[in-house]
């Protein structure tokens, strides 16, 4: 899967619920509007950055 739009709504975190249904890992992120702000997903890092 690749996350084209996250954001803090419910919108951006279906995705992972999806992602667990199909057995579908997240890999890439999108960071801004255009291809080159695709960035791999690191599970981790989100998490941490969610609580700090």
Same mark, same amino acid.
């Given at each position: $899967?690749? #996350?084209? *739009? #996250?954001?803090?709504?419910?919108?951006?975190? $279906? +995705?992972?619920? $999806?992602? +667990?249904?199909?057995? &579908?890992? +997240? *890999?890439? $992120?999108? +960071?801004?509007?255009? &291809?080159?702000?695709?960035?791999?997903?690191? %599970?981790?890092?989100?998490?941490? %950055? #969610?609580?700090?």
């Amino acid at each position: $899967i690749a #996350l084209t *739009k #996250l954001d803090g709504t419910a919108r951006g975190g $279906i +995705v992972f619920a $999806i992602g +667990v249904q199909l057995g &579908i890992p +997240v *890999k890439l $992120i999108g +960071v801004g509007e255009g &291809i080159e702000d695709l960035q791999d997903f690191d %599970a981790p890092a989100f998490v941490d %950055a #969610l609580f700090n």
